[in-house]
Every structure is written in C-alpha cells, then in structure tokens.
C-alpha cells in the first residue's frame, strides 16, 4: 500500500477538523471568564495542525504528481492484517461479553481464541493457561488490589 | 544531601519495597528477554497494579521494571539474534557472534557487568544532579515555564519523529487530546460533543496501553507465521570462555566509563534515547580500540560499549523529568504518569514536597542495580526459559493484562472502549510515521502548557512583550531553534549518507 495516499487522505481529514475547531463556537460549553479564553490552546494547535499536516500532504502529493515508486517506509507493508481484524474482533466480543458473562467466564475463551490466532495446538497447556490465568488475576485484583472485576450478570 | 539519601535508604530497606525490587527485577528482565515484548510494555502492564500500594514501593516496582527491563533485551540478542530493543542492535551483532563461537556465558556476564556499572554511574548522576539543578529550576515562573515547555515540544518532536512534520503534528495531536474533557482553568467543557463520559477527558491509563503496548501484540499477530526461535547458552569446554575475568573488566572497564558519560549526557537530553546512546558510543569505543576490526564479529569491548551507554540512559532519562518536568523519551513519559497516578508530580518541586520519597526511590533505584546482578546471574537459566516460551502462551496473557489494567484504573468498561480505540490508533500512527512516544509527551505535558500560559497571561496582562524580557525566553528560543536546524541538517546528512550507499550499491 503506498503511504502517500493515506498521508494526502489523513492530512485532509486532520485540516478539515482544525478547520471546524477554529471556526466553531459550540465545541466549548460554560466555564468561568479568563484571560485565556478556553478555546485558546486548542485553537493553537488546531493551526499547527494545519501546517504540519499540510506540509505532509504537499511532500506526498508532489512525489505522487512527480510519478515516483515510493520507497522505504512510503510502502505500508499489509501482509497479515487479517489476524489483526480477527483480534480486534475478539477484544470487542471480550468488551461486549464481560458485563454480562463476567471475567472469569469470558476470559477463558479470549485467551483460547489469541492462542489459537497465534497458532497455538497444544490444547492442554493452552487450556490450563486459559483457565488458570484468569483465576490468579481475578482473585489477585480482589485479595491484593481490592479491584472487582466484573462478574456474571446475566 | 547526604541526610536525605540516608535516610531515603532507611525507608527502602524494608519488606514491602524489597519485594517490589525484586518482584520488578523478575519481570523487567523476562519481559526484556521475549522478543517482541519491551520494557515499556512491562511498565505499562504493571502499572495498574502499583495504584494500591505506596508510591514508595511502586515506583520502585516500576523502576526495577525498566531498568532489567533494558537489560533483560540483552539476553535474546546475544542468543538467538533478535534484540528485545532496538537499543540492543549492536549488542546481538557483537554477542550472538559470541554465541556461535559457543562463548555465551561470556556475552551474558558482559552484557550484565556492564549494564550494571553503566546504570550505577548514571544513578549516582542523577542523584548528585537532580536536586541541585531543581533548585536553579525553580527560579523559573510560568513565562519562563512555557518557554521551557515549548522548548520541550520542539526537542522531542523534531528528534523523534520519521520526519520533523510527522514528529510535531504527533505532538500537537497529543496536546488535542489532552484537551478533551473539563478545563482545569476555566471548568469549560471541551470537545465533549454532550456525553458525560468524556468530562474527565481520557483515561491514561488505557489510552497509555493502547497507544504504546497493544500495537506491539498486533506486530506478533502479523508476525505469526515466522517460526519460533529456541533460546539456549552455548557452553564451550573451556571455562574461560563462559564468563569474564577480573582482568577482561579491568581490561574494558575505560570503555565502560566512558560508553556510560556518553549514555548519561545523551540520556539527559530530550529526543534521543538509548539507541542513539548506544551507537554513540559503540562508534566511539570502536575509534579508539586496538582491535576495531573485531567489532560486530565477537568484540566483548563492543558488547561492553553498548549495553553501558544503553543502560546508562535508563537513569539520566529522569534528570530532565524530575528537574524540568519534561520526559525525555517514552519510557519516562510513562513513568511521568505513573508519579502523577501516585500523588508525585515530577518537578523541581517533588525535592521539597516529597523529599523522604524522592531519596528514598533514588535508592531504590540504586539497590536494583545490586539486585539485578545478583537475580540475573543466579538465573540465567530460567529467564532464558521464560523467554523462550512460545508466543501463543505469552500474548494471551498480555491482552488479559492490558484489559485488567484498563479497568483498574477507572473499574469502567468505558475505559476498555477507550483501550480499543487507542490500541487501533497507535497502530495506524506506527503505520503512517507518526510518533506514538511524541504523542503520549504532548497529552501529558499539555495541561502544565496551559496552566502556566494562563497565569503567564495574567502576569503580562496587555504587555505581550514582557513574555520576552525575561533572558531564559530568548535561551529557550534559541536552544528551539538550535535543536530545529540540527536536526534538519542530521537528517539531510543521513538521506545523503543512504543515497550515497545505494549508488554505490548500484555501481558494484
């Protein structure tokens, strides 16, 4: 993938959203009067963002209008990203699992899940891990850090 | 001084933070070990756990963590050629060649000498430096404060980022976020487009994991293919070969002191880190040796050079943190929250509101070495085992643990959204050549950006120009501008240097 597409893209994006934090009111609500206006800071930033992202997107366009071969770290390599779409989607069932199944119940099954991903077939100690892991953690937060992790609700 | 350094040793000498040391110690150098885990990953994933205990242990705790943790790459270099950190590089070319050559041990004990002696000398540095130069930094009011602050922006960015543009817009997007949430000045509310949950802006502890570790799993994800690499010490017959003299230290022990002033200066300096310490130095020692030709084939004085400037920076990296409230590169970043988790916000003033804590991490930070030396001769058999586990028994329980982590902070499944988010995040920045590590630096440096520049403002009042009268302004402008135009001229030295090889390469 050439990364000076996604550089002219993001660039883009990241001016447009400057753009609207310089010109909009409403995106600061209440608090007391200053000197500093509250919106000042992030106004600020808001114009260098503009001109750093701009600087990007004119390097990149003038390279992709020049019709060079991008090099180096121009390329965004995309080889495996599969198995990060597959993790992702397992660390948001995870979110959207433990409220209701708990920790102990979910996690199990998350760390089956990554082992697997990761090419794991040694199924006993991949499972004994899977089970004990999760317990330790549990009743460590609990025992040691008086932190309650979340428990079945369904 | 002397006093509070006594006395600083009389409150670590004591169960809890012995144990913490050493529990540290444990992790930092099997975290180290694996490849494809860092200590900045170790860090991030213990943090959460040093919330509920005192600052004294858990800092010490985290300490321990990074500074075995540096080491702690050392030991997959030298064995099987993949440097836990990219500080590391010169170290496997020098020590795996020793491994082939079946002089492991040796490799190992260097490494670990020399680490040791190299974070020593620049602990003692930093406890020496640190509070004298606080008091010349609290001279500094809040005009000089945003100089410095804006000083700090500027270094960091320009340095290390790919590319200066990349560096700074990581760090104006840091400062963005950092502004998400109730204003601590005026109690407006920002960019909270009317949900509740974002009054208190983002949680930094999930946003910390996710930005700096997450995206490490998400390289051992696509990795996953490559096949795994079994850790072992080669053994030769001959004893001599499987540890280091007296007289080898003695020997290399010039190199060592000043691989570690040069690790200790580069270290203090915001921007460079241990990687630019450790081929500083590694270029150095090679310049001035008797046998340069051995480097990268086996040099124990190469593997001396570079594991001490490496490690050196892991104790003159918090002299601008606790002096200047700038953390010079990630790792302190991280440990610049973790103070302010506990109560301690990094400063000159921590010297006076928190004396008895500061010294007594300071001497914490000194008994790791000692434990370090003693835990990681006494089992270098087991890291290398622990290290060598297989990846699909270490990532799932690192995801377990960053989820923990994540709802430790705020016992909030908001905040595990929010480890989503930034995880996916951080991996696109690693994508597009923006900094991580800068931006982390501009959400935690931001809100002191603005509560200076606020009193700063009602003390200028209409007189813009007195933000200029001051000579600490014209300084900071000046070292801005410096570290600017240096950094454009390394950089464009280095584009040359690499146009330079491929033509060459081309020619032949």
Redesign the interface.
Known sequence: MD?RK??VA?STL?IILSVI?LTNDN????????????????RV??S??II??A??AI?SLIKLSQGTQPEG?EI?IT???S??FI??GI??A??LS??YVG?LVA?PF???A???????RNWV??IA??IV??LL?YYG?RE???????TWSL | MFDNILNGFSLILAVGPILGIILGVVIGITFGAIPGVSAIMAIAIILP?T??VDPIIGITMLLAVYKSGIYGGSISAILINTPGAAASFLTAQDGHALTKAGKAGKALNMSLFASITGEMLATLVLILVAAPFSLISLQAGPIEKVFLLLFAFTVIGTMAG??I??G??SC??G??FA?VGM?S????????FGYTELMGGFTFTPMLIGILVMPE??N??????TPHHEMMITHSPNPADNRISFKEFRRVFGTILKSSGIGTFVGALPGLGSSTAAFIAYGEAKRTSKKPDEYGKGSVEGIAAAESANNAVCGSSLIPMLTLSIPGDDVAALLMGAFLIHGLTPGPMIFFEHTETIYAIFAGFLLTDLFLLGIARAGFKFFVKMASL????I???V???A??GA??AG?N?ND??IL?LF??MG?GMR???LNPAVFIIGFIL?PF??QN??QA??IV?TEYHLFFASPFSWVFIALSAFFVISSMRMRRKAKANIATAAAKRKLA
């Open positions: 990364r996604i550089d993001l990241l934090i995106l600061v609500e209440g608090g007391a009067e200053t000197d500093l206006s509250s919106m000042f800071l992030p930033v808001a260098l963002i750093f992202a600087t990007i390097q770290s965004i080889d495996g990203f198995g990060i993790y992702i660390f948001i995870y979110w433990v409220p920790f996690t998350v760390m089956f990554v082992a697997m991903l990761l090419g794991g100690p991949i891990t899977s892991t999760p953690i937060s040691f850090l008086r932190v309650f992790l979340p | 756990m919330f509920y790919e590319s543009p990349r700074l817009l104006c997007l400062m963005l502004m204003s000045i005026t109690g407006a509310s920002r960019f909270t799993v998400f051992v994800i696509r990795r996953r293919r297989r990846r699909y028994y990532f799932p329980c995801t377990v643990f989820f923990a709802f430790t016992q499944m595990i959204l989503i995880t996916i991996y994508l597009v050549g931001t950006l603005e520049l606020d403002i009602a009042g």
